[in-house]
């Protein structure tokens, strides 16, 4: 074989790779991971299960795979300027039907493909997590939270509510509709964006 004829074939490798990986994103979304299967992939590829299984010796690798090449690599610490940044991020997944679905096959994995939940922590880690913790706080100290609120404590009651969202909420939810839920969960969290608590009432005067 010579050199050009090499060369020619990596192109077509490399499009086997996107349609492999777009097939068993497609498959996993609609189906969840159990009900996913290489031979199906294969056909909806367009390529054989040998040419599957040389890059993927069975299916959680390829599940791994596809969740990795979903997220694209984000970047490990990302900037967020402040509470309104973070939940214009939040608000952007909420109402986009195929992450919904996609977050949702995720959290359905838990159990039984629990390795696609590693990949997925690994992708956005403990780093992303520090980030927002670290705009809660600036926000706190700001005034825009109770001067007692913990951080770590007010993200996980916000990414509960986010998953409440997803469990309860159709797909067809709008950018509008997910940024009325998150505010309201905010309000009730004490959040005011112009950094103002409302003082607790004084106790009336005895005579």
């Not at 890059?55 to 309104?84: C, G, M, N, S």
Request: hydrophobic share 40%; charged share 25%; net charge negative.
């Amino acid at each position: 074989m010579g050199i050009d004829e090499r060369a020619a074939g990596r192109p077509r490798s490399r499009e086997a790779d996107v349609a492999i990986l777009d097939a068993a994103l497609d498959l996993f979304i609609e189906r969840g991971a159990e009900a996913t299967s290489i031979e199906q992939v294969a056909r909806r590829a367009g390529v054989t299960r040998a040419t599957v299984y040389r890059r993927f010796p069975d299916k959680t690798q390829l599940l791994v795979a596809t969740i990795e090449a979903a997220y694209a690599e984000p970047l490990p610490t990302p900037e967020i300027h402040d509470v309104e940044h973070m939940l214009a991020g939040w608000v952007s997944v909420l109402s986009d039907p195929r992450q919904r679905r996609l977050l949702r096959r995720l959290y359905g994995a838990i159990e039984d493909y629990p390795e696609l939940v590693h990949a997925y922590q690994k992708l956005f880690g403990q780093q992303r997590a520090q980030v927002r913790r670290s705009v809660l706080e600036r926000a706190r100290d700001r005034g825009q939270f109770p001067a007692d609120t913990a951080p770590e404590v007010l993200l996980n009651l916000l990414i509960g509510a986010g998953w409440q969202h997803l469990a309860i909420h159709p797909d067809t939810c709008t950018a509008a509709e997910a940024e009325e839920f998150l505010r309201a969960v905010l309000h009730q969290l004490g959040y005011r964006p112009d950094g103002h608590q409302q003082q607790p009432a004084e106790p009336p005067v005895k005579e």
